[in-house]
Structure formats: C-alpha cells, structure tokens
C-alpha cells in the first residue's frame, strides 16, 4: 500500500521548453507532497512543500515562477519545470506524507524519480 | 548547519561481513524521527528502518539495525551479512518535530559497494 506513481521516469527536452512531472498517490489522498531535487552524486534537497488546495511553500533559492507546483486534489501532485535549461538537469523526486494512522514507510512515501535531461 | 552528518562518502565491505554507516544528527528539539533509505543507482528510494526519539530499543528490521546514541546524536545503520545487491547510496534522514507535515532533511550519503 501507499504507492505514489511518478510519470514520466524519463524525460529530454529542449532548452527553452516545459516539462511536466506528475505524481500520483495510487491507494491513499495525499494531502502533503514534497518535492525533491537531485543532482548526480549528491544528496537530495527539498525545493518545496505542497498541501492539496494551497499554494505550495518554496525553500530558499528556489524560482516558485520557474519550478510550478499544482496539487489540485488529493491525489495528483505535479512539477512543472519552465523554460527549462541545461542546468535544471537533475533527478526529481517527489515524497507524500502519510496519514497518522499509517505504518508503511514510517510514514512517508517516495515516487520512483523522474531523470530530466535538458539538452 | 548541518542536520544530517554522514562523513563517510564511500565503504567497501566484503560479502557476508557487517557494515556500519555513520550517521550523527543536530536538532534541538525532543521528538524527532530518524530514518535510513537505500537508494539504487534506478534512483528510487527505499525506506529501511526507523527510530523514534523517544524509542528506548535500538530498531532492527532483517539484516539492518540502528545503533541509536542519544546523547552523542548518532544513528548509524548496521547492515549483517553483506550481500551483493546491498550496494548502493544510503541516507541518512531526520524529521523534526516528531509531529505534523514535516519534510525529511537528508545526509550527504554514503555509497556502500560489497566486495565478492
């Protein structure tokens, strides 16, 4: 239980162009989703915290006009990289916060990555 | 500052020995949650074992353990009897307060290859 499906796994665009990632929490609502960035060899940063319904929170040094976050149910959650460039090159990953009554995870569950390469 | 210290970037160990990956913690608050993840070089991320602030017993699940210091904020993961498939980057995470829609802060990571 509590699976989060991330679409795409992969994905090469071209400078200038949008990308969209989606996260899907498949057998529970996930009211709370984070959203993670990876750059290779390093760990993962929190770029910002989305509650369904409400604008999404941004860490420090994060473009909320860039990195457009949309959790507009309980079940779908999704990052939209604009006008993307080489540098926004990374692995992201988004995280949903379980319910208190949930085991699985500790309470916590991750989607399985989106690879984004911008050339 | 630093939440999460992992000061080791990379371990070997030989398959079938036992492994510790070291992590310390800096919180100032009582309840907190600290997690370890392995993750694969497909990215996902695979939540191993957690420990609770206020859990007197260290947690075990299978081959890993958490050897949880308190009072020197460690909580480094013990994995027994290396096997092959257990290389891959670990983190080291922390939730704090223990409570609420908190996100996890994570290490740096260590990558962990087992030698056949």
């Known amino acids: 239980g509590a699976v989060v499906s991330q679409h795409p796994s992969w994905v090469i665009c071209k400078s200038g162009t949008s990308v969209k990632i989606e996260c899907r929490s498949l057998?529970?609502?996930?009211?709370?989703m984070f959203w993670y960035r990876q750059f290779p060899k390093q760990s993962l940063m929190l770029m910002a915290t989305?509650?369904?319904?409400?604008?999404?929170?941004?860490e420090q040094g994060v473009e909320k006009d860039k990195f457009l976050i949309n959790h507009a149910s309980l079940t779908l959650s999704t990052l939209t990289v604009t006008s993307a460039h080489p540098e926004d090159s990374s692995f992201y990953i988004c995280?949903?916060?379980?319910?208190?009554?949930?085991?699985?995870?500790?309470?916590?569950?991750f989607g399985s990555g989106t690879r984004l390469t911008v050339v | 500052a630093q939440k999460i210290t992992q000061t080791q970037p990379g371990m070997f160990v030989q398959e079938k020995e036992a492994v510790t990956l070291d992590c310390t913690y800096d919180?100032?608050?009582?309840?907190?949650?600290l997690f370890w993840y392995k993750q694969p070089s497909s990215g996902e991320m695979i939540f191993l074992i957690y420990?609770?602030?206020?859990?007197?017993q260290n947690a075990t699940e299978g081959r890993y353990s958490l050897n949880f210091q308190k009072a020197r904020k460690s909580a480094n993961l013990v994995i027994s009897a290396s096997q092959l498939g257990d290389s891959a980057m670990y983190f080291c995470?922390?939730?704090?307060?223990?409570?609420?829609?908190?996100?996890?802060?994570f290490g740096k990571g260590t990558r962990l290859s087992v030698i056949a």
């Open positions: 995470a922390m939730r704090e307060p223990y409570s609420g829609n908190t996100p996890l802060v």
């Open positions: 919180t100032s608050d009582q309840s907190y949650g």
């Open positions: 420990q609770g602030s206020y859990d007197e």
């Open positions: 989305s509650n369904e319904g409400s604008k999404a929170t941004y």
């Open positions: 995280s949903a916060r379980l319910g208190p009554h949930s085991t699985s995870g500790a309470g916590y569950t």
């Open positions: 057998d529970f609502q996930a009211t709370t």
